[in-house]
């Protein structure tokens, strides 16, 4: 079921191409040349981040950001819809921490807040610690996480945050290639004058769905 390891374009990875000029080779950026971590927020994705970032291979070579698109359904005296995605940079945090951080705030206190996330890959083991504390400390939220793919599953201490987030109330589930398919009409960005492109499944998008669904009901069972 496995994909072969790719070795993406920086733009692939979300970072431009930078190359010395007079040179062919790419211009190697050090980690302590990068700017300070940040958050990107905004309502759509650029497609050939989607492509990469989303896709359910085994094997993530390359794909070390977390791409997060989120719908918040508050009910309460004023429902309200709203949706967005984060991505992270550098790895300095999460985009699962960001959200916490900087869009549940926003939203109408003491209100129920159903919230669903469509995320590249499933938390780390700090961020599902995090996820877990929010559930329990705030009530009136509902959250439902579709993850690409596994993040490092074969891990115990990650297979135990897994299961401590189904405890805590989180739903768990794997996308569906209908669920990619949402995320590209909604999430995903059209090049500029261009018409609205469908979405083209990759291959094996439905074995791969299967292998992660299997290996998740193996860990939360």
């Known amino acids: 079921m496995a994909e072969k390891q790719e070795e993406p374009s920086n733009a692939q990875n979300g970072e431009p191409d930078n190359a010395e000029e007079g040179e062919g080779k790419k211009k190697k950026v050090k980690r302590e040349d990068l700017p300070p971590f940040e958050i990107v927020t905004g309502e759509r994705l650029p497609a050939i981040f989607f492509k990469f970032q989303f896709r359910n291979v085994e094997y ?17 005296k004023e429902p309200a819809t709203s949706r967005g995605y984060l991505e992270d940079e550098h790895a300095a945090a999460h985009a699962e921490m960001a959200f916490f951080n900087t869009i549940l705030p926003t939203c109408q206190a003491g209100a129920r807040h159903d919230v669903t996330w469509y995320v590249s890959s499933s938390p780390c083991v700090t961020c599902a610690q995090r996820i877990c504390e929010a559930l329990r400390k705030n009530k009136g939220l509902r959250l439902t996480i579709m993850v690409g793919r596994l993040f490092m599953w074969e891990e115990p201490e990650m297979q135990a945050a897994l299961r401590s987030m189904k405890e805590a109330g989180c739903k768990l589930r794997i996308m569906k290639p209908q669920d990619f398919e949402y995320v590209w009409k909604n999430f995903v ?3 500029e004058g261009e018409e609205a492109k469908s979405f083209v499944p990759w291959e094996d998008i439905q074995e791969n769905f299967q292998y992660y669904e299997e290996k998740l009901a193996e860990i939360l069972h």
């Open 60 to 76: 993530s070579s390359g794909r070390n950001k977390t791409f997060l698109c989120y719908v918040v359904e508050t009910q309460g």
């Open 189 to 191: 960005e059209q090049e």
